[in-house]
């Protein structure tokens, strides 16, 4: 068993300190560890702090071109898109899918959305609410902000669910199998239930196993996301990047 791959990791482009290294680091540690492919997944383009730049797109396609050649590891330009309205609008534009090899998507706090009931509904009901006893209308809200925007956007992966942001997994993974999405178990945290992960089996649901790498020496990192693989039973077949690559619905050539 092997896992190939590492689609959630980000670098400076991560602004303010948020992400550490360069793409030669996290590729070269990528490198270090055995895996084969990697994909640089930075913040998307509306969070006000850690949020990557568009302008800065073409440094990073070159970055990917050198690190790529030095490393002969495979990278993929991604990008860890922000849920940004109610009706499952992502801060990613049409014209950003020219260059997007993988789009991850989560929701995240300090986000700028358009409209100020998206703010206070989404961005404020979770960040100031008890994460402990969501109620059942920021649950079913939540829910349907995700559906919609699996039902709207090519969405490869779906980051850290629960995190911050309670939801109806089992909903939401019902929707992402259909749409040929991935559910992650995420490398530093797997905020979805074992009972929840165990039916997400049974049912067909494909995940995939990410470090979500904010330095270099953690890119590759996935043990907790294996552990529970190995604890459920879930079957090897239904991770994407064990003893094989995923295939994304964005990646070019």
Same mark, same amino acid.
């Given at each position: 068993?092997?896992?190939?791959?590492?689609?959630?990791?980000?670098?400076?482009?991560? &602004?303010?300190?948020?992400?550490?290294?360069?793409?030669? $680091?996290?590729?070269?540690?990528?490198?270090?560890?055995?895996?084969?492919?990697?994909?640089?997944? *930075?913040?998307?383009?509306?969070?006000?702090?850690?949020?990557? &730049?568009?302008?800065?797109?073409?440094?990073?396609?070159? *970055?990917?071109? /050198?690190?790529?050649?030095?490393?002969? %590891? *495979?990278?993929?330009?991604?990008?860890?898109?922000?849920?940004?309205? @109610?009706?499952?609008?992502?801060?990613?534009?049409?014209?950003? =899918? $020219? =260059?997007?090899? %993988?789009?991850?998507?989560?929701?995240?706090?300090? %986000?700028?959305?358009?409209?100020? +009931?998206?703010?206070?509904?989404?961005?404020?009901?979770?960040?100031?609410?008890?994460?402990?006893? #969501?109620?059942?209308?920021? %649950? /079913?809200?939540?829910?349907?902000?995700?559906?919609?925007?699996?039902?709207?956007?090519?969405?490869?992966?779906?980051?850290?669910?629960?995190?911050?942001?309670?939801?109806?997994?089992?909903?939401?993974?019902?929707?992402?199998?259909?749409? !040929?999405?991935?559910? $992650?178990?995420?490398?530093?945290?797997? /905020?979805?239930?074992? &009972?929840?992960?165990?039916?997400?089996?049974? $049912? !067909?649901?494909? =995940?995939? @196993?990410?470090?979500?790498?904010?330095? #270099?020496?953690?890119?590759?990192?996935?043990?907790?996301?294996?552990? @529970?693989?190995?604890?459920?039973?879930? #079957?090897?077949? +239904?991770?994407? /990047?064990?003893?094989?690559? #995923?295939?994304?619905?964005?990646?070019?050539?």
């Amino acid at each position: 068993m092997i896992l190939l791959g590492d689609y959630h990791t980000h670098t400076k482009y991560s &602004r303010h300190g948020h992400g550490k290294g360069t793409v030669l $680091e996290n590729a070269s540690v990528a490198n270090e560890k055995g895996l084969k492919q990697i994909a640089i997944t *930075d913040h998307g383009f509306n969070h006000n702090f850690y949020g990557v &730049r568009r302008r800065d797109i073409p440094d990073i396609k070159e *970055d990917i071109l /050198n690190a790529k050649e030095v490393t002969g %590891v *495979d990278i993929l330009l991604g990008v860890e898109a922000n849920l940004i309205s @109610l009706n499952g609008d992502i801060d990613v534009n049409i014209e950003d =899918f $020219e =260059f997007l090899d %993988v789009l991850a998507m989560g929701f995240h706090k300090l %986000v700028h959305m358009d409209k100020n +009931q998206d703010f206070w509904k989404l961005s404020m009901a979770n960040i100031f609410s008890s994460p402990f006893a #969501p109620s059942k209308e920021k %649950v /079913n809200r939540n829910t349907t902000a995700f559906l919609k925007a699996l039902d709207k956007y090519p969405i490869d992966i779906l980051t850290h669910i629960n995190y911050g942001f309670p939801v109806d997994a089992l909903a939401v993974a019902k929707l992402a199998k259909e749409k !040929g999405t991935y559910i $992650e178990l995420n490398g530093k945290r797997i /905020n979805i239930s074992e &009972r929840d992960l165990d039916t997400m089996a049974s $049912e !067909g649901v494909k =995940f995939i @196993l990410n470090s979500d790498a904010h330095t #270099p020496d953690r890119v590759g990192e996935c043990n907790e996301g294996l552990n @529970l693989i190995f604890k459920l039973g879930i #079957p090897l077949a +239904q991770v994407a /990047n064990i003893d094989k690559l #995923p295939k994304f619905q964005n990646k070019r050539g």
